[in-house]
């Protein structure tokens, strides 16, 4: 139930009434069920004060913040209610013990390989030979001793891939090479922007259970990033960030002229943004049958269930299996 | 006194979850909590809430580590959405009288079933004495265990906070 | 679930059972509210709005739908612009 809001209109973001409000320029409000929000996603010039940041670890509200060009800048992360330091240090020894490391970072690779491949076999015709060149690549995985032997693997995967790109949308989308800082292309440009989104949102789901978005496995541990966001998006990317890319070009929803090029940065308009969001979200509600829970899961409840799974991992209880799709 | 009250006394919390499952008890006595999670616990805390609208002072805090919902001259009562889980709701009203007891407090426990409209009165014998007593040492050899005991299926596993937690499983 | 809430109160009450409401779902119209809620999360909003509303004189109807896919909207005249998703 809990919903993610997106703030494009320019204004003032405020608690009022017990809840927050958003008042844009023209002075409208509208009030935002403060009790149903998941987070709130700021693209537009927003002024916000003390008094709301002080009312959001109440509610568990994250904020996040796009530059000007709809990339991603950074989270306003509140204060958690559900702290257990006993998985924090498991989440630690997980990190420190290399083989242990090694053991989730492998995981998490795997898992990816296996959507980019599922991804990649529903456009069998053209591509057999980057299939076959990811598939030999992915046997390198298992023998990997170090971390960055498998970023270096998982780099020529994701090469092959953003390839196959080329043979998988339509004619007038090309890419040919992977480019974030900035990304110079209308494909790039897609990809930055979904691959953010599926940042905040697995962020969001760590910030729901015990576990430190800082300690992370096969992304390096840094201070700039909640790295454990980075690792567990891998799984996530190619499942539902890219699907929505295909399904957004093949169908003509995004054309070329959803896309701005300034200062040498190629990023969607506003329209595009929007028309990406709605097939994002619509995506992130899907909901597939969970064969152990008996229950019908959505995307964005997967994440969730990784997040558990790595819990149950890191305090001895059942051994990590990724998700790997099965349907 | 066949025990060392002092070092095995926990929250009343555990004892209930103690008797509904042990799994729980130990996930939740390590901070791997769901309840915030849970439409059901948000009900309880309602039920609670709306119970006893007239009463002004509600929930007694003793030590830090009792949380009682009412005490007045004769009864420690404690108030319950539905009759499902008896035992457990029983056996943590039974400690709170024990605890009490240990306190030079003699009391008589009361539950408020607030669903069935039916309340149960309940005192502390030297059975039910005994009873807490084991229950105590064996709740706090499962808070010593290394990892959490394992998965077992429960009739109620649907309705717990941890549903999702527990039986988040890939197949082989 | 999916739910439309309608409300009649008295004058004194009237802006305290919506700035109430807003914090739990989406305000439709005077006095109509709608949205998509948990049993729980509704309890808990329906349990605080007894504080406010006067059982002698004011009503309050709710219409619980199991899921939003059974509901149509179609509107006449002027929509109030609650995009869901966009502000």
């Known amino acids: 139930m809990d919903r993610d809001y997106y703030i ?64 991603y800048s950074g989270t306003y992360y509140p204060r958690k209610k559900n702290v257990s330091g006993f998985t924090v240090v498991k989440q630690a ?5 290399y083989n242990k490391r090694l053991f989730l970072a492998k995981s998490f690779i795997d898992s990816a390989v296996h959507h980019i491949l599922r991804n990649m076999r529903r456009h069998k015709e053209d591509i057999k030979e980057l299939i076959e060149k990811i598939e030999l690549e992915r046997l390198n995985i298992e023998r990997a001793n170090r971390i960055d032997e498998l970023m270096g693997i998982e780099g020529r995967i994701r090469k092959y891939y953003y390839q196959s790109f080329n043979w998988i949308l339509r004619d007038d989308f090309t890419i040919e090479r992977r480019e974030k800082r900035p990304p110079k292309d209308p494909v790039n440009a897609l990809i930055s922007f979904g691959n953010s989104l599926m940042y905040t949102a697995v962020l969001s789901e760590i910030y729901k259970t015990q576990l430190d978005p800082t300690i992370s496995y096969l992304h390096e541990p840094s201070t700039k990033r909640f790295s454990l966001s980075l690792d567990i998006a891998e799984i996530f990317k190619p499942l539902i960030v890219d699907s929505v890319i295909f399904y957004l070009i093949n169908n003509r929803i995004i054309t070329l002229e959803n896309f701005d090029d300034q200062d040498g940065i190629c990023f969607l308009n506003e329209q595009g943004r929007k028309k990406f969001i709605r097939e994002y979200e619509k995506k992130m509600s899907t909901t597939i049958k969970h064969r152990k829970l008996k229950r019908k899961v959505s995307y964005k409840m997967f994440i969730r269930l990784e997040c558990y799974k790595l819990i149950k991992h890191f305090i001895g209880d059942e051994v990590y299996k990724p998700l790997k799709a099965w349907w | 006194m066949g025990i060392d009250f002092d070092k095995l006394k926990v929250q009343g919390v555990k004892v209930n979850y103690f008797y509904i499952c042990k799994r729980k008890l130990w996930l939740f006595s390590k901070g791997i909590s769901m309840e915030q999670n849970s439409d059901r616990v948000l009900y309880g805390k309602l039920v609670h809430k709306n119970a006893y609208p007239r009463l002004k002072k509600r929930e007694v805090l003793i030590d830090d580590i009792l949380k009682l919902d009412i005490m007045d001259k004769t009864y420690v009562k404690e108030i319950k959405v539905s009759s499902k889980m008896t035992e457990a709701d029983k056996m943590q009203l039974l400690y709170y009288l024990y605890y009490l007891k240990q306190l030079g407090i003699e009391k008589k426990g009361m ?51 941890y549903y999702e937690f527990c039986y988040a499983l890939e197949e082989d | 679930m999916f739910v439309i809430l309608t409300y009649d109160v008295g004058e004194k009450r009237v802006n305290k059972v919506r700035k109430h409401l807003k914090k739990y779902l989406i305000w439709t119209q005077n006095s109509v509210f709608e949205g998509e809620i948990t049993d729980g999360k509704l309890k808990k909003c329906l349990s605080e709005l007894n504080h406010i509303l006067n059982r002698e004189e004011d009503s309050l109807y709710v219409y619980e739908v199991k899921s939003p896919k059974f509901i149509t909207k179609t509107i006449y005249g002027q929509e109030k612009n609650i995009d869901e998703l966009f502000l």
Do not use: W
């Open chain 1, 8 to 71: 494009f209109s320019n204004g003032r973001l405020k608690r009022k009434d017990n809840t927050i409000y958003f008042i844009d320029s023209q002075d409208n409000k509208n009030s935002i069920p403060v009790e149903q929000t998941n987070s709130l996603h700021i693209f537009g010039e927003v002024d916000l004060n003390t008094k709301l940041l002080n009312y959001l670890p109440k509610y568990g509200v994250i904020l996040n913040f796009y530059n000007y060009y709809g990339y």
């Open chain 2, 111 to 161: 539950i408020n079933y607030v669903k069935e409209r039916k309340l149960e009165e309940i005192s502390l014998t030297a059975e039910y004495e005994k009873k807490i007593e084991n229950t105590l040492v064996e709740i706090n050899r499962i808070l010593k265990m290394e990892t959490p005991p394992a998965l077992k299926k429960l009739p109620y596993c649907k309705k717990c906070a």
């Open chain 1, 93 to 97: 020894l997980h990190n420190f013990d």
